[in-house]
């Protein structure tokens, strides 16, 4: 592998952890409540669960109709932090 190609590479994935983690600072200096977080952690699980029965069918995913709902119904913040923690196969 190119030397170029490989530090490339290795900016791209400290920018994009950089900006996670950027997000996840000022989520939490929102201060959210108790059943917010509860709320993303069954949103999580939820997605997670529906992802697994379906997991044999290509191009069915459950869990991104969950984020994006969750985006659309809960706001910005919650729909990304739902979909950063939910794992992708």
């Keep these: 592998m190119d030397f170029m190609t490989l530090g490339s590479w290795i900016l791209f994935f400290l920018l994009i952890i950089g ?3 950027a ?3 000022i989520f939490e200096k929102s201060k959210p409540s108790v059943e917010h977080l509860v709320l993303i ?3 999580v699980a939820i997605s997670v669960m529906g992802d697994l029965p ?3 069918i290509p191009g069915l995913t459950v869990a991104s109709f969950i984020i994006i709902t969750t985006g659309i119904v809960f706001g910005k ?3 990304f ?3 950063i923690l939910t ?3």
Excluded: Q
């Design 19 to 21: 900006i996670i983690l």
């Design 77 to 79: 913040k919650t729909g």
């Design 81 to 83: 932090v739902t979909g």
């Design 41 to 43: 952690a069954i949103l």
């Design 23 to 25: 997000f996840f600072r």
């Design 87 to 89: 794992p992708w196969y």
């Design 54 to 56: 379906t997991a044999a």
